[in-house]
């Protein structure tokens, strides 16, 4: 049986944290002094409300989860996190339509960046510090970041970040995992911090910095203006962007090795790591090549628009400082490739994940000495450590789904009359969590407002999975998971 009262009492607890959240707007609102705030405290009032009832409900409940109260916890914290979420956008009127509120909220959380609002700079200040604020929060998981805060609210934290940590592997850096958060929430934040500094000396404006910092570490790609980083004019924001894009992809147990532990070696002696940084320095080559001898940009301009579109779909982050839609087709290929792979397991990006890629080729290589060796015992070893056969097994069942969605995705997103190409690529997009599409139509820095209300919701739907990695979410959706044991 589903345990409905620990579920009611962890809802409420981190709809009352979200409560919290909005009070940090609404000081934004107050700061700017612009017609937001209203909606923040009715907002942030409402939600606050809603979660002392959860809470009254299951002020019964003991804190201790079982795996299947787990995955409906992690479920319905996302979901519920973008049904409240998307009340400062309606209250306040910049998004009148409850579908296009709710795929913007659920955008947000999930860090895929996609967005229904053509103009972001008609927005108040107060908003767009939320639409940030939603990106950083998401970024690391809503219910990791409760494991990190409130250790004794989930008394099986671990069930619960299994079912949202992204990749197919666990790092513990501590045996206590909510120990473990909260050093890779100190590392998140050290990182964002790091980011707001340097866009400010590099000259943007202090809300600027503040809301760019937030959604690059978080890989998110929300922006305050309507030209991404393109608005800024300026090189040296860009490639500060690519830097902290880059960071942002990595495992976050490597960056906390790398800072906190000063082992360095560990991050360059790591597989994954090797694959990530190689996949970009190849891709970014291969594209400055054609845009040098295609579209005959100058060598740095064609390096540093390569090696940023590289990184922002590698990281699925999504800002952008050029028009991908109109290079060579060819480059469309290479970066729908890295937007698929992703980066590393255990960082903010989405995609498939650098680590099972490896795997997969690991197992082939293997398949083929058997071949020659019929006999032989060959373990699939990643960084020296066997990798047990059922990884092995979910592994291939995650990877059939993620072809499975991608492609029936994009047969539904034909049939409702979009062209191919960018059905393939909003498709590709979604399932990813990267919010960027290669068409001028719905481009990287362009709204997807066209699309009609049924689609949104498909998307927003699309968003969740993506996010947690299809698993977590569609083992809902079986019966077995429902039936008494």
């Known amino acids: 049986m589903i345990n409905w009262r620990i579920i009611s009492k962890i809802i409420g607890s981190l709809l009352c944290l979200e409560a919290f959240f909005m009070l940090w707007c609404l000081l934004m609102s107050f700061v700017f002094e612009e017609d937001d705030v209203l909606a923040f405290m009715m907002s942030s009032a409402i939600t606050f409300g809603c979660g002392s009832l959860f809470l009254f409900f299951g002020r019964t409940a003991e804190n201790a989860l079982l795996r299947r109260d787990a995955y409906v916890v992690v479920a319905a914290i996302w979901v519920v996190f973008s049904v409240f979420g998307m009340l400062p956008f309606v209250i306040h009127g910049s998004l009148n339509n409850l579908s296009e509120a709710f795929f913007e909220t659920m955008s947000g959380f ?217 290079w060579p087709p060819v480059t469309w290929v290479v970066l729908g490739i890295l937007m698929f792979v992703g980066a590393c397991a255990g960082s903010t990006t989405g995609g498939f994940k650098c680590i099972r890629l490896i795997m997969l080729f690991k197992v082939l290589r293997n398949e083929f000495r058997r071949i020659l060796h019929p006999s032989a015992v060959i373990p699939v070893k990643l960084n020296g450590q066997s990798i047990p056969q059922e990884r092995l097994v979910s592994l291939f069942a995650v990877f059939l789904l993620y072809m499975g969605m991608f492609f029936t995705v994009t047969v539904v997103m034909s049939v409702s009359g979009i062209d191919i190409t960018n059905s393939f690529t909003i498709a590709l997009s979604l399932v990813s969590n990267t919010g960027a599409g290669l068409d001028t139509n719905i481009g990287p820095v362009m709204s997807w407002a066209d699309l009609s209300d049924g689609l949104k919701w498909l998307c927003s739907f699309l968003m969740l999975v993506g996010r947690l990695e299809i698993m977590a979410v569609l083992v809902l959706f079986t019966r077995s998971f429902w039936k008494d044991v």
Request: glycine letters at 8%.
């Open 110 to 326: 999930t860090t895929t960046g996609v967005t229904t609002i053509d103009d972001v700079e008609r927005l108040p200040h107060g908003i767009l510090f939320w639409r940030s604020l939603m990106q950083w929060i998401g970024g690391l998981g809503i219910v990791f970041f409760t494991i990190a805060l409130l250790p004794s609210l989930v008394g099986g934290s671990v069930k619960v970040f299994a079912a949202e940590a992204t990749g197919p592997m666990r790092s513990k850096m501590h045996p206590r995992l909510s120990t473990t958060a909260k050093w890779i929430w100190s590392v998140y934040l050290l990182l964002t911090i790091a980011c707001g500094l340097s866009f400010w000396a590099a000259g943007m404006e202090w809300f600027d910095a503040l809301n760019y910092s937030m959604t690059t570490t978080a890989t998110g790609g929300f922006s305050t203006h309507n030209g991404s980083t393109v608005f800024f004019n300026s090189v040296t924001i860009e490639y500060l962007a690519i830097l902290f894009q880059f960071l942002a992809g990595i495992n976050f147990t490597l960056l906390y090795m790398s800072v906190f532990r000063l082992k360095i070696g560990s991050v360059v002696r790591n597989s994954e790591f090797k694959f990530y940084a190689g996949m970009v320095i190849v891709a970014t080559l291969f594209i400055m090549y054609m845009l040098v001898t295609r579209l005959h940009y100058n060598y740095e301009p064609a390096f540093r628009s390569a090696l940023f579109q590289v990184v922002s779909f590698a990281t699925t982050t999504g800002l952008s400082n050029d028009n991908a839609g109109m």
